[in-house]
């Protein structure tokens, strides 16, 4: 008896709220992550600077660098492109990056690297 009481109110709920299987889901992610490394062999270990890095034009991070450095990782859309530079502020002057367009997959982590020369 108990077993069928069961059985009818998970019908009746079924039927209630019929499958809703196909309406969960969670959010789709669209993003990447991006870091940068200024070259070691190019820049330098012993130089060291403020490093002022940008995507898509607007300023994304501030830090102390040296040649080898690697900058903490940043979300950025995946699948789109998106423009990238840099600046670095050293005592004896200033080494900047045009812009690079790139395109990160979704879900994929790309590595800009950065020579000095």
């Not at 600046?87 to 790139?102: F, I, M, Q």
Request: hydrophobic residues 35%; negative net charge.
């Amino acid at each position: 008896m108990k077993s069928t009481m069961i059985s009818a109110l998970a019908a009746v709920l079924l039927v209630a709220c019929g499958d809703v299987s196909d309406e969960i889901t969670g959010p789709s992610s669209t993003t990447a992550t991006l870091y940068f490394t200024l070259d070691e062999a190019t820049c330098g270990a012993g130089n060291s600077g403020v490093l002022t890095l940008y995507v898509d034009g607007a300023s994304v991070g501030t830090l102390t660098a040296q040649g080898g450095s690697k900058t903490p990782n940043y979300t950025v859309n995946g699948g789109t492109t998106i423009y990238v530079s840099a600046k670095w502020a050293l005592s004896t002057g200033e080494v900047t990056w045009p812009r690079d367009n790139l395109k990160i997959p979704v879900g994929g982590t790309y590595n800009q690297m950065l020579p000095c020369a």
